[in-house]
């Protein structure tokens, strides 16, 4: 009687309740910042009163990479704050038990990036990001077509695990080449998230 057809039991909310929400912000621009992080099951964004919208994911892990790779940055002119929803129905508040690993007292300035060199030319950001994910926490992952790609994790560990386990391995044929962003000065890979930090 209570079987869940897209979550498994036990399994997070797939919900992202985000808070203080630009009222200008219309629903294809939030499915849009969201569908970065996974595919979307559906995007509510309240009117009256403005200020609010729920976003349910189809795989409750794309969630929490949106809660943490979303909260505290600016969508619009304001900067919202994403957070699980406990409940599920348009008006069911956020949830308290978890809250973004990588925001804290640092707020989001330190990234925890990795940058990979030659990977399968039909590697997609999310084959990619689900590969990473059996290494540690992903927040956010992208490719370009000429085989590079990069991967923000969720800690530094996380970081360092996947360098030290991934660099000159084979992933579908290709030798990779995996380092730490900043340790080539940064700047590449950032197309997608650019859009964030506006």
């Known amino acids: 009687k209570h079987s869940e057809p897209t979550l498994r039991r036990g399994r997070m909310s ?20 969201c569908n970065a992080f996974g595919r979307t099951a559906s995007v ?25 790779g ?17 409940n ?9 038990g978890f809250g973004p690993r990588t925001t804290g007292a640092g707020g989001r300035g330190t990234k ?11 590697y997609s950001w999310k084959e990619l990001k689900d590969e990473m994910r059996r290494i540690g926490g992903v927040i956010y992952a992208d490719v370009d077509n000429r085989g590079d790609g990069v991967v923000e994790f969720a ?22 080449t995996v380092y730490k962003e900043n340790q080539d000065g ?8 650019d859009d964030y930090d506006r």
Do not use: M
């Not at 979303?70 to 406990?86: F, P």
């Not at 940064?186 to 998230?193: E, N, Q, V």
């Open 14 to 33: 797939s919900r992202v309740y985000f808070g203080n929400l630009d009222p200008n912000v219309t629903q294809n621009e939030l499915e849009r910042e």
């Open 44 to 68: 509510w964004v309240a009117r009256s009163p403005p200020g609010f919208a729920f976003v349910e994911f189809e795989d409750s892990r794309d969630a929490e990479d949106c809660v943490r």
């Open 70 to 86: 979303l909260n505290d940055t600016r969508i619009g002119n304001q900067r919202v704050r994403a957070e699980i929803a406990r």
């Open 88 to 96: 599920k129905g348009k008006n069911a508040g956020p949830g308290g």
């Open 112 to 122: 925890h990036r990795a940058v990979l060199k030659n990977l399968p030319p039909s």
């Open 155 to 176: 800690s530094a560990e996380d970081l360092e695990s996947a360098v030290s386990k991934l660099d000159g391995s084979k992933l579908d044929g290709n030798v990779v």
């Open 186 to 193: 940064g700047g590449r890979g950032d197309a997608r998230r």
